[in-house]
């Protein structure tokens, strides 16, 4: 069999997982790509339970209540980079765990005696595809979820073209930057819409995401046709005026190679959006945006000059803290005490790398 042939019956076996299961409970990322990966899964099979994870990058043990409140016979992970121990080993159900950050396959292998499959693209396709994008590998459907998700999380996928043709006012077939897709398009208001509606509390999240599985059309949210898109655009509209007031003030603490920026209050997070406008705006710079929580600056890091896990890790060593992502978006956290000898050495190793770059 060749690797294109194995790919396809990876990507088979998790769809037969779903259509076997008969109360599946989703727990998935907070963010575009995620909540694209549970509308696929969730609309292929028209029942479930959703959970959206916002505390932590990693799925943690309290949240096995959730399976067992719910009576689920098996568990989807999408989006999320980390399972604790503890949850792997109390779960008494099957675990389908699909994600595309770091590859936990060899981890795995020391719970050789439970019921899980796990798929990751970076083991499977050797390349990094957002969940998004493999979810509409497995299920053939709901294009523009898929398109939304896929560039939300900085990527055009391969089914672009296909949805330039269905929707060539929301993305011109001729964009091929990721960048140019999100800020430069009416599919990127869409995704941003999205990533606003998943801010706030968790009640009203979960009422956003239920509205949005019956949604059929982009147009419902975009041109607001029907109640259910006039549902979400609210939701939206109130908290852009917000986004914008830091995003311009994100603006004038451009350096020369670093822009850092943070900001004060607690009801939303934009963390995430802003460091991805940013790095649009000033591409040759390394961004950071943070903010203070009960004593913990959490911050989103970019930039395009360089790889930024290695120097993240170096700079994050020996401190009360934890940093990590993909190869140019990464977040981390520190102690307010610590945050500024974190900076410094953050700078410092970054602008060491940059003088490494051909001019």
Not at 110 to 127: C, T, W
Not at 268 to 278: G, R
Request: proline content about 4%; aromatic content about 12%.
């Amino acid at each position: 069999m060749d690797r294109q042939a194995e790919q396809e019956e990876e990507l088979k076996r998790i769809k037969e997982e779903l259509d076997d299961a008969k109360r599946p409970i989703f727990f998935f990322d907070d963010d575009p790509d995620g909540v694209s990966s549970f509308a696929q899964f969730y609309r292929a099979k028209n029942t479930g339970r959703g959970v959206i994870i916002k505390s932590s990058p990693q799925l943690k043990s309290v949240y096995l209540r959730k399976v067992y409140e719910f009576g689920a016979d098996k568990v989807f992970v999408l989006d999320k980079p980390l399972i604790s121990q503890n949850f792997i080993e109390r779960l008494e159900v099957p675990l389908v765990w699909v994600d595309h950050h770091d590859s936990q396959k060899e981890w795995l292998k020391n719970f050789q005696k439970k019921d899980i499959l796990y798929y990751n693209p970076r083991d499977s396709f050797g390349r990094n595809l957002p969940v998004s994008d493999i979810s509409f590998r497995i299920f053939k459907r709901d294009l523009w979820l898929a398109m939304m998700g896929a560039v939300g999380d900085w990527t055009i996928p391969d089914f672009a073209s296909d949805f330039s043709e269905k929707y060539p006012d929301l993305l011109d077939s001729d964009i091929k930057e990721p960048s140019e897709a999100l800020f430069g398009t009416e599919l990127g208001h869409l995704v941003k819409i999205i990533s606003f509606m998943l801010k706030g509390n968790t009640k009203s999240i979960n009422a956003a995401i239920k509205v949005l599985l019956r949604i059929e059309s982009p147009y419902e949210i975009l041109h607001q046709t029907t109640s259910k898109g006039k549902f979400i655009h609210k939701k939206f509209a109130k908290i852009e005026d917000t986004y914008n007031k830091h995003l311009e003030e994100a603006k004038e603490k451009a350096e020369d190679k670093l822009l850092f920026y943070f900001y004060e209050g607690n009801k939303f997070s934009f963390t995430k959006e802003l460091s991805n406008e940013l790095l649009y705006l000033f591409p040759d710079k390394l961004i950071l945006v943070g903010r203070e929580s009960r004593g913990i600056y959490r911050m989103s890091i970019r930039a395009s000059k360089v790889i930024l896990p290695p120097i993240l890790l170096e700079a994050i060593q020996g401190l009360d803290g934890h940093g990590g992502g993909h190869e140019h978006a990464c977040g981390a956290h520190v102690k307010k005490e610590e945050l500024e000898l974190f900076l410094d050495r953050l700078r410092h190793l970054y602008l060491e790398e940059v003088k490494k770059e051909p001019q």
